[in-house]
């Protein structure tokens, strides 16, 4: 099992799932069917703080929509991986995009569909409200439920250890 304290000093690059990992497992439906996802504040903060400092941030979800794209566009995100339905392909591409090992990565997913790609990466992290298979193959689980501050959890602690956390005028800001 990999040390993941030891490990976050190797971390180059982010790779989130959005349901249930940056937005609550429950999400309200708009009267035609389509889902109005919720965002944390804090989770988009740190989101572009980390583009602003070098690391590669990914989105790789099955979900669809122009929200979700305009919402990490936003923040600085340039892999955005939508309607993905075998989340490996999506994650070799974005490897190969940064000439990335799979250790230098840290990938959070909540559910069955992140199972394979978290048995891929150095870092498999999850909310704590993930699913019990997915909670078998994480090597830490945030004490926030996906949402609600997990990808803050995850990506504070990184910068933290690298020390680049609060340590330039660029954490001041939007």
């Known amino acids: 099992m990999v040390n993941f304290k030891l490990s976050l000093e ?6 989130f799932d959005v349901d249930g990992v940056l937005s609550p497992v429950t999400i ?5 069917g389509e889902p109005l996802r919720m965002a944390n504040i804090q989770d988009g903060y740190v989101i ?8 590669h941030v990914a989105i790789i979800t099955g979900g669809v929509g122009e929200a979700i794209r305009h919402r990490f ?12 339905s ?6 070799k591409d974005f490897l190969a995009k940064y000439n990335l ?3 230098e990565v840290l990938y959070m997913g909540d559910d069955i569909p992140d199972y394979e790609v978290m048995r891929e990466v150095g870092l498999p992290c999850c909310p704590a409200d993930a699913v ?8 830490y689980i945030s004490p926030y ?20 956390w609060m340590n330039n005028a660029e954490a001041f800001g939007w």
Do not use: W
């Open 10 to 15: 190797h971390v180059k690059a982010f790779v």
């Open 28 to 32: 309200p439906m708009s009267p035609t």
């Open 48 to 55: 572009q703080l980390a583009v602003k400092k070098g690391y």
């Open 73 to 84: 566009e936003v923040l600085g995100v340039k892999d955005i991986y939508m309607g993905a």
């Open 86 to 91: 075998f989340k490996t392909e999506s994650l």
């Open 101 to 103: 090992k799979p250790e």
């Open 132 to 139: 019990p298979e997915i909670k078998q193959v994480a090597c």
């Open 145 to 164: 439920q996906g949402g609600h501050g997990c990808c803050r959890d995850v990506m504070e602690q990184v910068m933290k250890a690298q020390g680049q």
